[in-house]
């Protein structure tokens, strides 16, 4: 697995040695970030379920000016600390060993990028949604991303927020939200 694009292009990073942490697959990474091309640079950007950090050391290197990397896994915290030593990108991460609720509690700035890649069948799409409906953390015209399974279906409107884009990838989809009253 590799960085794709910006500052840290070409880079490879640690990956898991086995499956208990799922990866964003590099074409959704790429499809990702394709589509949040006007809004990465500059931006605060949360990665909950972080897994590897793959995508958040992808914002960082596409000019996200600081990087919120969140997971309770041991192994996970380790290999993304692996990473951000790995490609120099400190000075812009902050990694919180915690479960995502409680780290949002912790995060005391807005954040205008939340890319969330829960665990597929254990239920988390609306949890997250609701969690970030209740505090406020999410910028006046702040993005919410959720990768998730193709069987998971994800509604029209959900709390604050309302999806204006939705994409899939083969098994894989990504939902986007904003809030209901925001403009992009």
């Known amino acids: 697995m590799r960085i794709i694009a910006g500052e840290f292009k070409g880079r490879k990073l640690e990956t898991p040695p086995n499956y208990e942490i799922r990866p964003t697959s590099e074409m959704v ?4 970030f394709s589509i949040l091309i006007n809004d990465i640079y500059g931006s605060t950007f949360l990665d909950l379920f972080s897994g590897t950090g793959a995508v958040g ?16 896994s041991r192994e996970s ?8 030593n790995k490609i120099g990108c400190q000075d812009r991460v902050t990694v919180l060993a915690s479960d995502y609720k409680l ?11 939340v890319f969330a890649d829960p665990p597929y069948d254990e239920g988390y799409n609306f949890e997250i ?22 069987r998971a279906d994800l509604p ?12 899939k990838y ?7 939200f904003r809030k209901k009253d925001s403009r992009l």
Request: charged share 35%; net charge neutral; aromatic share 8%.
């Open 170 to 176: 083969g098994k894989t989809c990504l939902s986007f």
């Open 57 to 72: 050391i992808e914002a960082c290197s596409r000019g996200a000016e600081k990087v919120f990397l969140v997971d309770k």
């Open 103 to 113: 780290a949002l509690d912790r995060i005391k700035t807005n954040v205008d990028i």
């Open 156 to 167: 029209d409107e959900f709390g604050i927020f309302e999806k204006y884009k939705y994409k």
């Open 129 to 150: 949604l609701e969690s970030l409906s209740e505090r406020d953390v999410l910028s006046d015209n702040g993005i919410v991303i959720i990768e998730h399974s193709k």
């Open 29 to 32: 990474k790429e499809a990702l």
């Open 77 to 84: 915290i380790s290999i993304i600390k692996k990473n951000i």
